[in-house]
Nanobody, 120 residues
Framework: QVQLVESGGGLVQPGGSLRLSCAASGFTFRSYAMSWYRQAPGKERELVAAITSASGSTNYADSVKGRFSISRNNAKNTVYLQMNSLKPDDTAVYYC?????????????WGQGTQVTVSS
């Protein structure tokens, strides 16, 4: 069955770094665009970073540009989020997302999330 399993979350001090991983299985990973979303308590889920399936083009939320970097390894069916210069506002549950578009339709999968807490 389809699985997206996130790992790498935890507690880090402001200014620190974390690297999140999302291991995918059960679908053709290389054909899917991959994204990281986050949701803080009382807030809506927001897109953090995305990477395309083909060219590997990336885009980022303004709040994380220059600090976060998304990458993927299609041989390992894994997508990563390198987070540097972390701030307390980055505290949230981070979710991995996979999506593939078929014309007007899309197939989408979500991971279960991993908690990131930035605090001194």
């Amino acid at each position: 069955q389809v699985q997206l399993v996130e790992s790498g979350g935890g507690l880090v001090q402001p200014g620190g770094s974390l690297r999140l991983s999302c291991a995918a299985s059960g679908f053709t990973f290389r054909s899917y665009a991959m994204s990281w979303y986050r949701q803080a308590p009382g807030k809506e889920r927001e897109l953090v970073a995305a990477i395309t399936s083909a060219s590997g083009s990336t885009n980022y939320a303004d709040s994380v540009k220059g600090r976060f970097s998304i990458s993927r390894n299609n041989a390992k069916n894994t997508v990563y989020l390198q987070m540097n210069s972390l701030k307390p506002d980055d505290t949230a549950v981070y979710y991995c997302n996979a999506v593939h578009f078929y014309g007007d339709y899309a197939t989408e999968y979500w991971g279960q999330g991993t908690q990131v807490t930035v605090s001194s």
